[in-house]
């Protein structure tokens, strides 16, 4: 059976949407569950910024050779005028910094966060 995810604008393709209301630790803890699901879910999320999000992932997260790779291929698809989106819950654990702030001591460094903050 094919696992899908309409997560409007509380994911994105290497981002997350803003937080309008509720507390940081609520919106982590949606985050978290998002996280939860299988690798193989396909994910639909509401906008196609992805290009612009890969930016500022490359920048807080540059050693990362999984999101390295993956903003080259993003690169490639937006030239050809080709969608991002969907995208799979494995390369959006992998790459998506607001899915790794807890796993991954280089964007704690690179946002001045403790391993308590998250």
């Known amino acids: 059976s094919e696992k899908t995810a309409f997560v409007g604008d509380s994911l994105f393709a290497l981002g997350c949407g803003r937080m309008f209301e509720g507390t940081p630790t609520q919106f982590w803890s949606s985050l978290l569950r998002l996280r939860e699901l299988p690798d193989d879910t396909t994910v639909y999320c509401a906008h196609e910024y992805t290009e612009s999000n890969a930016k500022f992932a490359i920048s807080i997260e540059p050693g990362n050779l999984d ?9 490639a698809q937006r ?17 998506n910094p607001f899915l790794r702030g807890d796993v991954s001591a280089e964007i704690r460094k690179n946002v001045g966060a403790n391993e308590s903050d998250s």
Not at 67 to 75: A, M, N, P
Not at 80 to 92: A, D, K, N, Q
């Open 67 to 75: 999101l390295v790779r993956r903003v080259k291929e993003i690169k």
């Open 79 to 95: 030239s050809r005028g080709e969608p991002t989106v969907p995208s799979l819950m494995g390369e959006e654990k992998l790459t």
